[in-house]
């Protein structure tokens, strides 16, 4: 007599797809620590570190730098 006959992959494919919506819960609960995280540090930085930032990215001269951070009361 053979046990379970016909129905065999099914216990494979109940394991493999819960395994696949672990991975995708797994994922999205990443996504959503990354998310929140970055935008933490976003809103956390001072408008000096955010003029520095694009200074070093060369989104700014250095004559566009300095006189912004002498608006902004910063040394230039």
Do not use: F
Request: charged share 15%; no cysteine.
């Amino acid at each position: 007599m053979m046990w379970g006959y016909g129905y065999e992959g099914w216990g494979w494919m109940w394991l493999i797809g819960g395994l696949v919506l672990i991975g995708i819960v797994v994922l999205v609960v990443v996504l959503v620590r990354n998310s929140a995280a970055s935008t933490a540090k976003t809103t956390a930085s001072t408008p000096q570190q955010i003029l520095a930032d694009r200074y070093a990215r060369g989104e700014l001269t250095t004559q566009e730098y300095r006189e912004r951070l002498e608006i902004l009361g910063g040394k230039p």
